[in-house]
């Protein structure tokens, strides 16, 4: 297969693809990329700390077919768009077609549907002083989490249980403030978990898993 033909290339096939982070904050937005990609059956590899010129080197010498890029302030693909091969767009530029999973209103869509039917309607409240509090809350909202959100400069347990008994929450979660760790605290369970995955991804698996 030409490793350029972008629009040949489905889920679940044998050619891997990059995914890379290019930018310290981002890389939880990278890891849930990474996440939705592999839950769709397509095998990937990923950096977590590299340049663009880093990226471009990659496909301009054909170690895969196409690459997904996560900067600062946007998410970009190299690759063929309009028959330009190997250049640097934009995921919101990119030409809107069926086989287009990187464009961004579609993947955040597909993700929601992911976990939209498995949550049940519950209220948690959201505590962190990290700029991924807005995303995260945003993302809550859609899948019909009641989201009560705190913004706290530290960690404090004492001060998460009383939100929890304040607001009538079930769960309690902090969010590390880059998204690297994630608290979790269960008030019918009593448990206090620290866990070091990323907090995106860990937060959605644990309200699928136990809502």
């Known amino acids: 297969m030409n490793p350029l033909k972008i629009k040949e290339i489905k889920f679940g096939e044998k050619d891997k693809i990059l995914v890379a982070n290019c930018f310290e904050d981002s890389l939880p937005l990278s890891k849930l990329i990474l996440s939705y990609i592999?839950?769709?059956?397509?095998?990937?590899?990923?950096?977590?700390e590299c340049t663009l010129n880093e990226v471009k080197f990659a496909i301009s010498k054909n170690f895969y077919p196409f690459a997904i890029a996560v900067t600062k302030e946007n998410i970009f693909y190299f690759g063929n768009c309009e028959g330009k091969s190997k250049r640097l767009v934009r995921w919101d530029e990119v030409p809107d077609n069926e086989n287009n999973?990187?464009?961004?209103?579609?993947?955040?869509?597909?993700?929601?549907?992911?976990?939209?039917?498995k949550i049940k309607?519950?209220?948690?409240?959201?505590?962190?002083?990290?700029?991924?509090?807005?995303?995260?809350?945003?993302?809550?909202?859609?899948?019909?989490?009641?989201?009560?959100?705190?913004?706290?400069?530290?960690?404090?347990?004492?001060?998460?249980?009383?939100?929890?008994?304040?607001?009538n929450c079930r769960y309690g979660f902090f969010l590390h403030p880059k998204g690297e760790r994630i608290f979790i605290m269960d008030k019918k369970k009593g448990e206090w978990k620290k866990n070091g995955e990323d907090s995106i991804v860990t937060l959605l698996s644990y309200l699928m898993n136990n809502l």
Do not use: T
């Open 121 to 167: 309607e519950s209220k948690i409240i959201l505590m962190s002083y990290s700029n991924l509090l807005n995303l995260v809350n945003l993302l809550l909202k859609e899948l019909r989490v009641r989201v009560v959100s705190l913004r706290s400069y530290k960690l404090n347990k004492y001060l998460l249980l009383k939100g929890i008994e304040s607001y």
């Open 101 to 117: 999973f990187w464009l961004r209103e579609k993947y955040i869509q597909s993700l929601l549907d992911i976990f939209k039917n």
């Open 38 to 48: 592999s839950l769709h059956g397509q095998r990937a590899d990923f950096i977590p």
